[in-house]
């Protein structure tokens, strides 16, 4: 059974860091293209950022230049660190796998930033 399980939210001062961690079991982790989601209460799940099999990135514009996108296929790992959060950053933050028809989440972790 495919597994996503995301670590590392918390509650971050403004201005500070975070790094999210999303681990993967029973999947060819290394040919899935790997993102992260975010859902804040009452608005639509967006995209935070993705990462291809051979490790292009793509970034929403409102987290560019703060968060980086990053992948350790020996982990079967994705990462996220996220620097220089906003309140507006606060939302759970959910990880995705991706290859063709297969696509899964996990549960999600998580922010919130706030003084």
């Known amino acids: 059974q495919v597994q996503l399980v995301e670590s590392g939210g918390g509650l971050v001062q403004p201005g500070g860091s975070l790094r999210l961690s999303c681990a993967a079991s029973e999947i060819r982790f290394s040919i899935y293209v790997m993102g992260w989601y975010r859902q804040a209460p009452g608005k639509q799940r967006e995209l935070v950022a993705t990462?291809?099999?051979?490790?292009?990135?793509t970034y929403a514009d409102s987290v560019k230049g703060r968060f980086t996108i990053s992948r350790d296929n020996t982990k079967n790992t994705v990462y996220l660190q996220m620097n220089s959060l906003k309140p507006e950053d606060t939302a759970v933050y959910l990880c995705?796998?991706?290859?063709?028809?297969?696509?899964?989440w996990g549960q999600g972790t998580q922010v919130t930033v706030s003084s």
């Open positions: 990462i291809g099999s051979g490790g292009g990135t």
């Open positions: 995705n796998a991706a290859y063709f028809r297969n696509y899964y």
